[in-house]
């Protein structure tokens, strides 16, 4: 098979119009990647606080505690991230499953499901920390 030289072997970014399904996508692997560095930083934080003693665990707790309704602003954006990233990778997830049985690719079908993805993970974390701060 002969090929144009002075064509690309692929269309170029610049050439596909961005839609809802592209950033789904990139975030789909974003979050996976953000929620296995997250989770170790964290876990390795635990450890070495656990071994520093009763001052050092307490100094963790400090961070990644609700207390009367309040949480350190470092643990509250780091928590409330980590509660989206979880939200918007599981999502992304089952609507990859519905993808993958052959259903869903119809364009207007496919961008409401990249749509819906991103709002119901924005949703549910908010429900989520109104639910930890707020309702108990």
Same mark, same amino acid.
């Given at each position: 098979?002969? %090929?144009?030289?002075?064509?690309? *072997?692929?269309? @170029?970014?610049?050439? +596909?119009?961005?839609?809802? @399904?592209?950033?789904?996508?990139?975030?789909? %692997?974003?979050?996976?990647?953000?929620?296995?560095?997250?989770?170790?930083?964290? =876990?390795?934080?635990?450890?070495?606080?656990?071994?520093?003693?009763?001052?050092?665990?307490?100094? &963790? $707790?400090?961070? =990644?505690?609700?207390?009367?309704?309040? *949480?350190?602003?470092?643990?509250? *954006? &780091?928590?409330?991230?980590?509660? +989206?990233? &979880? =939200?918007?990778?599981? =999502?992304?997830?089952?609507?990859? $499953?519905?993808?993958?049985?052959?259903?869903?690719?119809?364009? %207007?079908?496919?961008?409401?499901?990249?749509?819906?993805?991103?709002?119901?993970?924005? $949703?549910?974390?908010?429900?989520?920390?109104?639910?930890?701060?707020?309702?108990?």
């Amino acid at each position: 098979m002969s %090929r144009n030289p002075g064509r690309p *072997l692929s269309p @170029h970014l610049t050439i +596909w119009k961005w839609g809802p @399904h592209m950033l789904v996508s990139i975030l789909h %692997r974003v979050t996976g990647a953000a929620m296995a560095l997250g989770a170790t930083v964290i =876990f390795v934080w635990w450890l070495t606080a656990a071994a520093m003693g009763p001052q050092g665990y307490a100094n &963790f $707790l400090d961070v =990644f505690t609700v207390k009367s309704g309040k *949480l350190n602003i470092v643990g509250a *954006l &780091f928590a409330i991230g980590f509660t +989206w990233t &979880f =939200f918007q990778h599981l =999502f992304s997830g089952i609507r990859h $499953l519905v993808l993958d049985t052959g259903a869903g690719y119809e364009l %207007r079908i496919n961008k409401l499901g990249a749509i819906l993805t991103m709002v119901g993970s924005v $949703l549910m974390t908010a429900l989520v920390w109104a639910y930890v701060l707020v309702g108990r």
